[in-house]
């Protein structure tokens, strides 16, 4: 039931950038954003909008590196701000709410990054709960401030490309 509303959200969402190509790099940006920040992401991910609007992009002849550019400046700063919630609250931002509903979202985050270090920042980008855990795991463990964010704006723009690029590409193959 909750992935049906999900899946309505984002087909409004779709809609409305298909009506108003203008807003469409804003709005990317925004729902980038929702998805790598560590509260919001929980609540309402975007993938499925982000990956139908890419869909647009290849049907309805939106400019790509535009878009591209908001969906990756957006997850890069949603990530930027998870890490800083993390390195500011440290442990006890797990006991809020809704990070306190998801038991299992902080040490999943924590373990990765204790494993792999600043590896982990790209490797949590592409896997759904761990994409906005790990950064704030990183600064919870403190991790230093530049290899975080050159890893944190490397994997959001490889992220973003591969998130919106199927839909570019294969809706020109199909047309």
């Given at each position: 039931m909750a992935f049906e509303a999900f899946e309505q959200?984002?087909?409004?969402?779709?809609?409305?950038?298909?009506?108003?190509?203008?807003?469409?790099?804003?709005?990317?940006?925004?729902?980038?954003?929702?998805?790598?920040?560590?509260?919001?992401?929980?609540?309402?991910?975007?993938?499925?909008?982000?990956v139908g609007i890419g869909a647009l992009i290849g049907m309805s002849g939106l400019d790509f590196a535009p878009i591209w550019l908001a969906a990756s400046i957006g997850a890069a700063l949603g990530d930027w701000l998870s890490f800083w919630f993390g390195w500011k609250f440290k442990a006890s931002i797990a006991r809020?709410?809704?990070?306190?509903?998801?038991?299992?979202?902080?040490?999943r985050g924590h373990a990765l990054v204790e494993r792999w270090g600043i590896y982990a920042i790209f490797?949590?980008?592409?896997?759904?709960?761990?994409?906005?855990?790990?950064?704030?795991?990183?600064?919870i463990l403190e991790m230093p401030w530049w290899p975080f964010q050159?890893?944190?704006?490397?994997?959001?723009?490889?992220?973003?490309?591969?998130?919106?690029?199927?839909?570019?590409?294969?809706m020109k193959f199909l047309f």
């Open positions: 959200h984002a087909q409004f969402v779709i809609d409305f950038v298909r009506s108003n190509q203008a807003w469409a790099a804003p709005i990317v940006a925004a729902l980038a954003f929702g998805e790598s920040l560590a509260f919001i992401s929980l609540l309402l991910p975007a993938t499925v909008a982000l809020t709410w809704p990070l306190s509903m998801y038991p299992d979202f902080m040490p490797i949590g980008r592409f896997f759904g709960p761990l994409r906005a855990s790990v950064p704030l795991a990183a600064g050159i890893a944190n704006f490397a994997s959001a723009f490889v992220w973003a490309a591969l998130l919106l690029a199927p839909g570019v590409f294969g």
